[in-house]
């Protein structure tokens, strides 16, 4: 079986409409036909200063949220990066490897610091290369992410070619796995630019009150005019209300544009909206399931960290050896 692996960031505690149908939708789908590891990087969290008890609760908020989005840990392999020591490790390796210059061309990397108002970490300049490591551990055929993380695959194949030539073949070069049409989700509010937690205007969540996510979607910007068509850059608002609507029923574009002819964008807003509470509702009763007994879920997280590290352990071990170090015993 190919490998798959990803990761996510228990940040903002809830998930976002973006991540979940540029990203999370995919792993559910892969975990039946791949190997996969998928993982919650509270290494890359903090990043950016964390409160300690907020990280540890949005840690467990993240994995139920993958379990209750259809991640099945009987199907793949759910842990928590910081549990796997091998993702530090080898990302350090990286780091040696990687051009000052190449690490600053990073745009996530100059929006993210531009944002900040506290003191820029280092570690924020190095974030991707860790991703890297994230990767490459785990040999991964595919990365299933959305379009805002394709630079950090390209930095991750350069990498990781830049070690086989140097030091002989140990990593497999990784290809992004990304689902063009849900590959931006845009912000509600700003169609022009992507759902982000860093700039929630329009930002619909998952774990949010269906109420509250629903006005959200029934006040979308839309544009002028009247009549719903697919045209993203003509009507960006109208646009990515029925990349959303499609994906979270499995409808296409063209039906939906066909079922709302002669309708106004109200019509498609209100129906939207309805169709997010169905979507959410359950989902979050299986988050309160899962959140209910944090015993059992952090079991399902150790299990996984014991599956990841096996595989971790070996490829590192293969770097270590091939980079030169003395083995240790
Ligand atoms: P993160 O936590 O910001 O986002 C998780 C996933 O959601 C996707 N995504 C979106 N997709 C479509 N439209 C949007 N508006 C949108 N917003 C977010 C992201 O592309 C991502 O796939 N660096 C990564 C986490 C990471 C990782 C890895 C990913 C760490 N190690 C190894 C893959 C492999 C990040 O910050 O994602």
Redesign the pocket.
Known sequence: RPRV?????PTAGSF?L??Y???IRQWVALQETHDAFY?V?DL?AITVAQDPKTLRQNTRVSAAQLLALGIDPEHATLFVQSHVPEHAQLGWVLQCLTGFGEAGRMTQFKDKSARQEAQVGVGLFT?PI??AA??LLYQAHH???????RQ?LELTRDLAQRFNTRYGKTFRLPEAYIVKD?????DLQDPTS???KSVPTGVVELLEDPKRGAKKIRSAVTDTGREIVYDPAGKAGVSNLLVIYSALTGRTVDELVAAYEGKGYGDLKKDLGEVYTDFVTPVQERVRHYLSDVSELDKILARGAERAREVAAKTLARAYDRLGFLPAG
């Open positions: 692996l990803s990761g996510i960031q976002h973006g991540n149908l540029g990203a993982c990087v890359h974030y860790l991703q994230d990767i990365v299933p992410v959305g379009e805002d993380q950090h849900t590959a931006k989700i845009f992507k759902m982000s």
